[in-house]
T-cell receptor, first 112, second 115 residues
Framework: DAGVTQSPTHLIKTRGQQVTLRCSPKSGHDTVSWYQQALGQGPQFIFQ???????QRGNFPDRFSGHQFPNYSSELNVNALLLGDSALYLC???????????FGPGTRLTVT | GNSVTQMEGPVTLSEEAFLTINCTYT??????LFWYVQYPGEGLQLLLKATKADDKGSNKGFEATYRKETTSFHLEKGSVQVSDSAVYFCALMAAGGTSYGKLTFGQGTILTVHP
């Protein structure tokens, strides 16, 4: 049973560019959440998708947007990249709004 | 708003030593509490959880008890191993309201265990 997968593993972008990160949830899961983990910090909630809609959102600017597809996979898009967007981006999936969220290995984004 | 505070680290121990990592939280109602572990270069893995007051979560020799009166969820292990070296995160999920389904994390505690 495949767990949560994310792609790419690493990414290097230049300030002002746009980036798309991808996540496939664990089999049987229909809810995907995205978190940003800056170096040396705990993960910060970005948003959560359920039934292809953004269910709730953390304190992130509109430059951060997402999408969920009918197969429950999800994308995170970040526009107009800033140096401060450099971080590990984690995707987590769950069945409904259950307590236990399963995390993927993350995508390491570096903005230069 | 909800918040989680972990003891300042890092923590360095010798193998077979006793481990305690303190975690306190601020939240309304009765949140669910979690400990996650992150090994180098990997994502987060759920270590243990507790969903109501006085519950004890346990896994792989680690334990934590949900203390409503002190708003705490301290992580303990009686005898650590080198393989326990990792970053440990305390987290909560609100019981309801607008934050339901969202995890709020502490800043993490780096644990290093020497042979």
């Amino acid at each position: 049973d495949a767990g949560v997968t994310q792609s790419p593993t690493h990414l290097i972008k230049t300030r002002g560019q746009q980036v798309t990160l991808r996540c496939s949830p664990k089999s049987g899961h229909d809810t995907v959440s995205w978190y940003q983990q800056a170096l040396g910090q705990g993960p910060q909630f970005i948003f959560q998708y359920y039934e292809e809609e953004e269910r709730q959102r953390g304190n992130f600017p509109d430059r951060f947007s997402g999408h969920q597809f009918p197969n429950y996979s999800s994308e995170l898009n970040v526009n107009a990249l800033l140096l401060g967007d450099s971080a590990l981006y984690l995707c987590a999936s769950t069945q409904g709004v259950a307590y236990e969220q399963y995390f993927g290995p993350g995508t390491r984004l570096t903005v230069t | 708003g909800n918040s989680v505070t972990q003891m300042e680290g890092p923590v360095t121990l010798s193998e077979e030593a006793f481990l305690t990592i303190n975690c306190t939280y601020t939240a309304t109602g009765y949140p669910s509490l979690f400990w996650y572990v992150q090994y180098p270069g990997e994502g987060l893995q759920l270590l243990l959880k507790a969903t109501k007051a006085d519950d004890k979560g346990s896994n792989k020799g680690f334990e934590a008890t949900y203390r409503k009166e002190t708003t705490s969820f301290h992580l303990e292990k009686g005898s650590v191993q080198v393989s326990d070296s990792a970053v440990y995160f305390c987290a909560l999920m609100a019981a309801g309201g607008t934050s339901y389904g969202k995890l709020t994390f502490g800043q993490g505690t780096i644990l290093t265990v020497h042979p």
